[in-house]
Every structure is written in structure tokens, then in C-alpha cells.
């Protein structure tokens, strides 16, 4: 599996607007391309000198094709559609190879 890692620092006077976007635009279209099998919004914890708030939004895709094709076929028409908060936030994307995961069982 392989996560495609947005880093977002959003400014305070458009937060409200673009959690909402995000929430119920954004991560939906995502999904909706079928590169990817889940989504995870973070919020970072960390005070920012520059100001704003952090999130970090986790796509997961099952491979490396599904997330190569995402950046062919989808990721400039939806990265367009960010225009609306033009100016308003720095991002910093990253991918991430999944190399085991562990989880407690109850």
C-alpha cells in the first residue's frame, strides 16, 4: 500500500470554509476517483510560527500504479479546484510506502 500525504497549512480566516470543503467536496471527489481506498484528516499539533492551522490529510491507494495513474489523470483538475482558496495556504505533499502494519488485538 502506499499513502499520498498532503500537508496543509490553512489560514484562520478561511478555515471554517475549507474544513467544510474539504469534508464534504474535496476528500469525496478523491475517493471518487478510485485511486484511493480510504482517507484520513489529521490535525497537526503543533502552534505554527507563520500562523494558521495544520492539517495533514492521508490518501491511501493499494499500490503504486492506482497512485502514478491518480497523478496522470486526476491531480491537476483537482488541485484546480483549490483556487477558490488561492493564496490562502501552503501545501507540501509526500508519499509514503507502507512497509508493515500492527495492530492490538482486544
Given at each position: ?56 490529510i ?13 497523478y ?26 507502507v ?8
Amino acid at each position: 500500500m502506499y499513502i499520498y500525504n498532503v500537508t496543509i497549512n490553512i489560514a484562520e480566516d478561511v478555515h471554517d470554509k475549507w474544513v467544510k470543503w474539504m469534508k464534504e467536496t474535496h476528500i469525496p471527489e478523491m475517493l471518487n476517483t478510485g485511486k484511493f481506498i480510504k482517507a484520513l484528516m489529521s490535525r497537526v499539533m503543533v502552534e505554527e510560527e507563520m500562523g494558521g492551522i495544520t492539517y495533514a490529510i492521508q490518501y491511501t491507494a493499494k499500490n503504486k500504479t492506482d497512485l502514478e495513474n491518480y497523478y496522470k489523470e486526476d491531480a491537476e483538475t483537482l488541485r484546480a479546484k483549490s483556487a477558490i482558496f488561492e493564496g490562502k495556504f501552503v501545501a507540501f505533499r509526500t508519499e509514503l510506502e507502507v512497509i508493515s502494519q500492527h495492530e492490538k488485538n482486544t
